[in-house]
């Protein structure tokens, strides 16, 4: 029944599967864009929804012409906060356009990491990209997913701790005051100083990055041994678990070590270990469930199979032999013994080592000569 109940949406998603993740990764960049713009106000509303519209339905088929449709859309608004911010942008979009293209999924989970904070769900991205890009990938989408919120969230003014900055996001308002009129040195001293600070506040956010690097290559590098296929999802499950302890030991570990980097804000968040808990919670039942219904819906089909049809076209013996009373019964001591004689003589056969056999060379072959009275041979004459 369950099986029934289930084939036609994995049949269907096995057949159009290449068009629902593309179609999935489309929107989640239409959807970024999207919030972006509405709160920059650069456009009228209208036009907002358009261009994301068109960012959705280009990007299920020409990913490329998406991308470059969401590029365009960010520099007016970029440009008209700052100058600089806006060359940089576009500097860092024409370098990396090709990883970006081929990694769509992975630059929509990078660049959409401040929104899941915001909400506690930013741990998902580390264990989320070692579980779909394995482990050498996943770790530098992880690298720059913290890096990129971190520049976002300094931007605004933010602190730029990971575990001060879940559950808010960066205030547009903040980042066009502190950039409408800086020049380009001050743009790059922006960017930098909050990751630059003190010896000690660069050592804090490389560890803290370094964290997330370690948890996704944690969880990438055993996802795909056989005892995880085999034991799904409970398997699944110990990675995913594993993979938040990790996150869960860096975010809370790091400031009781390096006490001089720690900001009021990343004290006032350790008090209340409710979103840590919480964030590890979410990893290990959403990472498990998406997962799980990722492994299962890249099996194949079940076929459909009639079994009135294969019991009736069954021979009587055979009905005769499968019916319930055989179940419980024992079977004849004489087919045991065969199957255990022929399994042995099987096992013997191939264990048996085969003696060389010498190739004659062509010397020693015997010359070939046509048959002298021979009634079928063909005899044809060319002129």
């Keep these: 029944m369950i099986t029934r109940a289930f084939r036609g949406p994995h049949n269907l998603y096995r057949r159009y599967q290449a068009v629902l993740e593309s179609t999935v990764t489309a929107v989640g960049l239409a959807t970024l864009v999207v919030l972006a713009l509405l709160n920059l106000s650069a456009y009228p509303a209208n036009w907002v929804l358009v261009i994301g519209l068109g960012i959705a339905v280009l990007g299920i088929r020409w990913p490329l012409?998406?991308?470059?449709?969401?590029?365009?859309?960010?520099?007016?608004?970029?440009?008209?906060?700052?100058?600089?911010?806006a060359v940089l942008f576009l500097g860092i979009a024409a370098l990396s356009q090709r990883i970006f293209v081929h990694y769509m999924g992975a630059a929509v989970l990078i660049?959409?990491?401040?929104?899941?904070?915001?909400?506690?769900?930013?741990?998902?991205?580390?264990?989320l990209a070692g579980l779909w890009w394995g482990g050498a990938a996943g770790a530098w989408i992880a690298v720059l997913a913290a890096v990129w919120g971190k520049i976002l969230g300094g931007m605004a003014g933010m602190d730029i701790d990971w575990l001060a900055m879940a559950g808010h996001a960066p205030e547009t308002q903040a980042i066009v005051t502190r950039f409408q009129s800086a020049n380009s040195l001050q743009t790059l001293?922006?960017?930098v100083e909050p990751f630059a600070a003190t010896s000690g506040v660069i050592l804090y956010?490389?560890?803290?990055?370094?964290?997330?690097?370690?948890?996704?290559?944690?969880?990438?590098?055993?996802?795909?041994?056989?005892?995880v296929k085999y034991r799904a999802p409970w398997s699944i499950l110990v990675l995913?678990?594993?993979?938040?302890?990790?996150?869960?030991?860096?975010?809370?570990?790091?400031?009781?070590?390096?006490?001089?980097?720690?900001?009021?804000?990343?004290?006032?968040?350790?008090?209340?270990?409710?979103?840590?808990?919480?964030?590890?919670?979410?990893?290990?039942?959403?990472?498990?469930?998406v997962h799980s219904l990722r492994e299962t819906l890249d099996l194949p089909v079940a076929p459909q199979q009639d079994f009135g049809a294969l019991r009736r076209h069954q021979p009587d013996s055979s009905i005769a032999e499968a019916g319930p009373v055989k179940l419980f019964r024992r079977a004849a001591r004489s087919t045991s013994l065969d199957?255990?004689?022929?399994?042995?003589?099987?096992?013997?056969?191939?264990?048996?080592?085969?003696?060389?056999?010498?190739?004659?060379?062509?010397?020693?072959?015997?010359?070939?000569?046509?048959?002298?009275?021979?009634?079928?041979?063909?005899?044809?004459?060319?002129?």
């Design 65 to 85: 012409i998406a991308y470059i449709m969401a590029v365009a859309a960010m520099v007016y608004p970029i440009y008209t906060i700052n100058l600089y911010l």
């Design 111 to 127: 660049l959409g990491t401040p929104v899941l904070a915001e909400y506690h769900l930013h741990w998902l991205v580390p264990v």
């Design 189 to 191: 001293l922006l960017l």
């Design 205 to 227: 956010n490389l560890l803290q990055v370094i964290g997330w690097a370690v948890a996704a290559g944690f969880v990438g590098s055993l996802a795909g041994r056989k005892w």
């Design 240 to 289: 995913t678990a594993g993979g938040g302890l990790i996150l869960l030991a860096t975010h809370l570990g790091l400031p009781y070590w390096l006490n001089e980097a720690v900001t009021p804000a990343t004290l006032a968040a350790l008090k209340d270990p409710t979103g840590p808990l919480f964030s590890l919670i979410v990893v290990i039942i959403v990472g498990t469930t």
């Design 339 to 383: 199957a255990a004689r022929g399994a042995e003589l099987v096992d013997n056969t191939f264990d048996r080592p085969r003696r060389p056999v010498r190739v004659p060379h062509t010397s020693e072959l015997p010359e070939w000569e046509p048959p002298r009275d021979d009634s079928g041979l063909i005899q044809l004459e060319i002129d």
